[in-house]
C-alpha cells in the first residue's frame, strides 16, 4: 500500500503560481530600486551595528531589461523555527529559480535549522526530492531548529561551511528573531570579504512578522484557517450537544493574530485580545468576570453551552502577571543552578524571592499552572507561552466564580467546561492555494535577489488581497524593519514584532459584534480548507488580510 495519500499525491501536480511580473523569461525581468533606507527607529545605534548593510533601498521587481545574472549559483536554505504551511514550497520556489537561472546551480539543505550550518550538515537537495515535497506542509525536508546564531564562534562556522560549501548566498527562512539573525549574518559576511549573500523570507503561523512593507508571514493563512475549521466544528457540537463550555486555547506567541482571525471566521461568545487586555489593563480577576457575565446571560436564556478562544500569550498581557513574569525572569537569570532543581525547588525558590503582590498571585495559581511559568525560556529568551495552560486556569476560576455567584442567588445555570488547546494541528498542515503559492512566490523571488547581487534583504510579494498575477515581487532591507530592544539585559538590534493593533480594522470589526456573539449564539461553521473547486473558497486570503486591505 502506498504511503502517499490521494490528496498529497494530487497536490504535487498543483502548479504554484507566480505573480505576472516574475513569471516570464529572466531576461525580461528588472529591478527597480527606492530611495536609500532608514530603520524603523533608533536608527544611529542600528546605523553602527549594520555598518556595511544600512541603509539599502528597497528593490522592485517588474517586466524590463535583464538585471538577472544566470551564472550558476551554489546557494544553502536554511528553516528556522517553528513549522509554518508552505516552507516545502519556499524551497520549490528557491530550487526553481536556480535551475531556471542555470541548470547547473546547485542548492543545499542545511539540517535541523541553523545549526545545520553551523556544523555544516547539509544536504544537496535534486528535483527528485524536492518534487516529493511540492505544495506539502511540515519542514520534514530538512528539518528545522530554533538555535540562535550568536557566539563569534558560531559566526565563524558559519562562515567555514559558506567556504567549503562555496556558497554564493544562504536563504534564511524564518520569524522576526531569524531574519534579526539573518541581518546579522549578511553584515557579518560582508565584513569578513566572504561572497555569501544572505536573504531571508518571512515565515510564522503567529502573523507577527508584519509591517508597513511584510503584508503577511506564510503560514498564517493556512494555519487559522485549520483553527477555525477546527473551531467551527467544536461549535456545531456544542450548538448540538448543548451542554459544555469550550475553552479554546489558540497559538501564536505573544500576539493574538490568530485568535482574531478565528474569531472573525467563527464569531464565538467570548475572544479575548491580549493586546486589547493590556492596553485596558485588565486583570486576571476581570477576564474571569467577563466570561462569568456571558455565561450568567447565555443561562437565563435556557444555553449552557458556549465557545471562549483565549490567545496562548494572554497571561503576558495581564499586567500584575506580566509583574510576575518579569520577576521570574530576573529570579531564574540569577540561579545559576535553576535548571537543575525539581519542579517543588523551582516552585518554592521563587516563590521566597517575588514581591508580596507577585507571590500572592504565584501561589494562589494552581501549582501546576505556577510550575508551567518557571519552564526553560526559549534560545531567544521568549517564555515558552504554549507550556501554560491558560486555558485550564481560565476555566477553573469560572467555575469557582461561578459557584460563588450561585449562592448569592446570580446564577441558575448549569456549567461544565471542556478545554482544548490549536497549535500543533495546524502549523503542518497542507498549504492552502493562498500559502502554496505565496511561499512559492517568496521561494523564487529570493533566488531573484541573489541573482541580483543583493544581501541583508527579505523577500517580499505586496498586494496579497489581489489574485496572484498582480501580487508584486520584491525585497526590502531587513534593518529597515528594526529597532532597538532589551533582551536579557542588553540592548539588542531586532525586528519589531507586529501585535495586534487595536485601532486596525480587523480588530474593529471583531469588536463591533463581538457583545452581541456574547450573549447570542452566531456561529459560523467555516469547514476545512478546500485546495478544488469555486475559486471563492479555494483562493481566497485570511479576513485579517481583506480588511487590512480596506480604508479605515
Ligand atoms: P515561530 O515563531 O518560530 O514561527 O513559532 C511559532 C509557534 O508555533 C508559536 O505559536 C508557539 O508559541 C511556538 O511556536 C511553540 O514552539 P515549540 O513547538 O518549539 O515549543
Known amino acids: 500500500m502506498s504511503k502517499i495519500s490521494t490528496l498529497q499525491k494530487i497536490r504535487y501536480k498543483y502548479y504554484a503560481k507566480l ?79 536556480l535551475r531556471k537561472g542555470n541548470p547547473e546551480s546547485k542548492l543545499f539543505g542545511f539540517l535541523g535549522g541553523p545549526s545545520g550550518l553551523i556544523e555544516n550538515r547539509h544536504i ?64 557579518y559576511f560582508l565584513s569578513k570579504g566572504a561572497k555569501t549573500q544572505i536573504i531571508g523570507c518571512p515565515k510564522t503561523i503567529d502573523g507577527d512578522l508584519k509591517n508597513k512593507f511584510i503584508e503577511a508571514s506564510f503560514g498564517f493563512d493556512t494555519a487559522a484557517k485549520t483553527y477555525a475549521s477546527l473551531i467551527g466544528n467544536i461549535m456545531r457540537d456544542a450548538n448540538s450537544a448543548k451542554k459544555y463550555w469550550h475553552f479554546i486555547k489558540l497559538m501564536g506567541r505573544s500576539a493574538s493574530h490568530i485568535t482574531l482571525e478565528a474569531a472573525l471566521q467563527t464569531h464565538p461568545n467570548i475572544c479575548f485580545i491580549s493586546e486589547e487586555v493590556e492596553a485596558l489593563s485588565l486583570s486576571l480577576g476581570d477576564v474571569v468576570n467577563a466570561i462569568c457575565d456571558s ?24 499586567p500584575e502577571i506580566k509583574t510576575l513574569i518579569c520577576e521570574i525572569n530576573d529570579v531564574v537569570a540569577k540561579e545559576e543552578e535553576f535548571g537543575s532543581l525539581t519542579s517543588a525547588q523551582k516552585y518554592s525558590c521563587v516563590s521566597s524571592k517575588l514581591t508580596a503582590a507577585s507571590k500572592l498571585i504565584f501561589e494562589s495559581m494552581p501549582q501546576e499552572i505556577a510550575v508551567q511559568m518557571l519552564s526553560e525560556r526559549d534560545p531567544h529568551g521568549n517564555v515558552q507561552v504554549s507550556l501554560i495552560e491558560t486555558e485550564k486556569l481560565l476555566a477553573g476560576m469560572v467555575k469557582t466564580r461561578l459557584a460563588a455567584l450561585k449562592k448569592e442567588g446570580l446564577y441558575e445555570g448549569k456549567f461544565s467546561a471542556l478545554t482544548h488547546f490549536f497549535g500543533y494541528e495546524g502549523r503542518a498542515a497542507p498549504p492552502s492555494n493562498f500559502d502554496a503559492d505565496y511561499c512559492y512566490s517568496l521561494g523564487f523571488t529570493a533566488f531573484l535577489l541573489v541573482a541580483s547581487g543583493l544581501t541583508g534583504y527579505i523577500s517580499n510579494i505586496r498586494n496579497l488581497n489581489r489574485p496572484v498575477s498582480e501580487w508584486k515581487a520584491g525585497g526590502v532591507p531587513i534593518t529597515m524593519m528594526m529597532n532597538m530592544e532589551r533582551r536579557r539585559g542588553e540592548n539588542k538590534p531586532v525586528i519589531r514584532k507586529a501585535l495586534v493593533d487595536i485601532k486596525g480594522k480587523p480588530f474593529k470589526t471583531f469588536a463591533s459584534s463581538r457583545d452581541e456573539w456574547s450573549k447570542k449564539t452566531s456561529f459560523v461553521y467555516p469547514g476545512s480548507i478546500q485546495y478544488f473547486g469555486p475559486s471563492e473558497i479555494c483562493d481566497a486570503c485570511t479576513i485579517t488580510l481583506q480588511l487590512e486591505h480596506e480604508p479605515l
Open 124 to 187: 544537496e537537495i535534486s528535483s527528485e526530492l524536492i518534487n516529493k515535497y511540492r505544495n506539502t506542509g511540515g519542514f520534514d525536508i530538512i528539518g528545522s531548529g530554533r538555535t540562535k546564531i550568536e557566539t563569534p564562534q558560531q559566526f565563524e562556522s558559519s562562515l567555514e561551511t559558506a567556504k567549503k560549501l562555496n556558497l554564493d548566498a544562504i536563504i534564511i527562512i524564518g520569524g522576526d528573531d531569524s531574519n534579526t539573525n539573518a541581518a546579522l549574518l549578511a553584515e
Open 19 to 97: 505573480p505576472d511580473e516574475i513569471s516570464g523569461s529572466l531576461n525580461g525581468i528588472g529591478i527597480e530600486f527606492g530611495e536609500g533606507s532608514e530603520a524603523l527607529a533608533d536608527q544611529e545605534e542600528i546605523k553602527e551595528i549594520f555598518k556595511l548593510t544600512y541603509g539599502k533601498p528597497a528593490a522592485h521587481f517588474k517586466n524590463g531589461k535583464n538585471a538577472i545574472s544566470q551564472h550558476p549559483l551554489n546557494a544553502g536554505v536554511i528553516l528556522s523555527g517553528g513549522q509554518a504551511p508552505g516552507g516545502h514550497n519556499v524551497i520549490a520556489g528557491v530550487f526553481d529559480g
Open 295 to 318: 455565561v450568567v446571560k447565555r443561562a437565563k436564556n435556557g444555553e449552557n453551552f458556549g465557545v471562549a478562544l483565549i490567545p496562548e500569550g494572554l497571561v503576558e498581557f495581564i
